[in-house]
């Protein structure tokens, strides 16, 4: 029986050669993929990194996702709130069982899994130390932070989009930006010419500023 929040959860744990000195990075897919798919973005963000992998638990017309998107820039929040508690869960469970630091781990995510991986530093800023995500939108129109409005500081944020990507309105990721910043994050933004992909020169500038 999966529970979402242990290691029963489908994932991939790839270990480096120190788990507990070493950055931990949890990756996110996008819709439709598993928890295959960012094993090499991953190396190529921080080749000393360990890796663990969930997979989206959620299906959307057959699709592996996170959470729902329910139509352009509207999201299921309630799956977006749960998505972020059970993520938190699953890495301190995990943590406990592989040894890795809990407290050096960077969420990385592509389109839905950069959406959860920014969802999750805003709603449980315990459990990450920063975010990289890649194709992102701001999910919720007010946070509904659970505990009141957290303290980002020291926390670090890179989100790197498309300028022709329709699922990364500029106007939106600006504001999620601005909210970020309010919190005392440090945010760094990237911007290719083209639409909902990765850019290789942005896993390399974000690669130097990882090392």
């Given at each position: 029986?999966?529970?979402?929040?242990?290691?029963?959860?489908?994932?991939?744990?790839?270990?480096?050669?120190?788990?507990?000195?070493?950055?931990?990075?949890?990756?996110?897919?996008?819709?439709?993929?598993?928890?295959?798919?960012?094993?090499?973005?991953?190396?190529?963000?921080?080749?000393?990194?360990n890796l663990i992998s969930p997979r989206g638990l959620r299906k959307s017309d057959g699709a592996n996702r996170f959470f729902k998107l329910l139509e352009q820039d509207n999201y299921d929040e309630n799956e977006v709130?749960?998505?972020?508690?059970?993520?938190?869960?699953?890495?301190?469970?995990?943590?406990?069982?592989?040894?890795?630091?809990?407290?050096?781990?960077?969420?990385?995510?592509?389109?839905?899994?950069?959406?959860?991986?920014?969802?999750?530093?805003?709603?449980?800023?315990?459990?990450?130390?920063?975010?990289?995500?890649?194709?992102?939108?701001?999910?919720?129109?007010?946070?509904?932070?659970?505990?009141?409005?957290?303290?980002?500081?020291?926390?670090?944020?890179?989100?790197?989009?498309?300028?022709?990507?329709?699922?990364?309105?500029?106007?939106?990721?600006?504001?999620?930006?601005?909210?970020?910043?309010?919190?005392?994050?440090?945010?760094?933004?990237?911007?290719?010419?083209?639409?909902?992909?990765?850019?290789?020169?942005?896993?390399?500038?974000?690669?130097?500023?990882?090392?």
């Open positions: 029986m999966i529970n979402p929040r242990d290691s029963s959860r489908p994932h991939v744990w790839q270990p480096s050669d120190d788990v507990a000195g070493n950055r931990t990075l949890l990756l996110l897919h996008g819709s439709g993929a598993d928890e295959f798919d960012l094993l090499s973005l991953g190396k190529a963000l921080d080749p000393s990194a709130i749960e998505n972020s508690s059970e993520l938190a869960d699953f890495l301190w469970n995990t943590s406990g069982e592989y040894g890795f630091n809990p407290d050096n781990v960077v969420a990385v995510g592509f389109s839905n899994g950069a959406n959860a991986a920014t969802s999750l530093i805003l709603l449980h800023p315990d459990s990450v130390a920063g975010v990289v995500a890649f194709g992102n939108n701001k999910v919720f129109q007010e946070t509904p932070f659970p505990k009141g409005r957290p303290n980002l500081t020291g926390k670090k944020v890179w989100i790197a989009n498309g300028a022709a990507d329709p699922y990364s309105p500029r106007d939106r990721v600006e504001a999620l930006i601005a909210e970020f910043e309010s919190l005392g994050a440090e945010v760094k933004y990237f911007l290719h010419a083209g639409g909902h992909t990765i850019s290789p020169e942005h896993v390399q500038r974000i690669h130097s500023d990882l090392a």
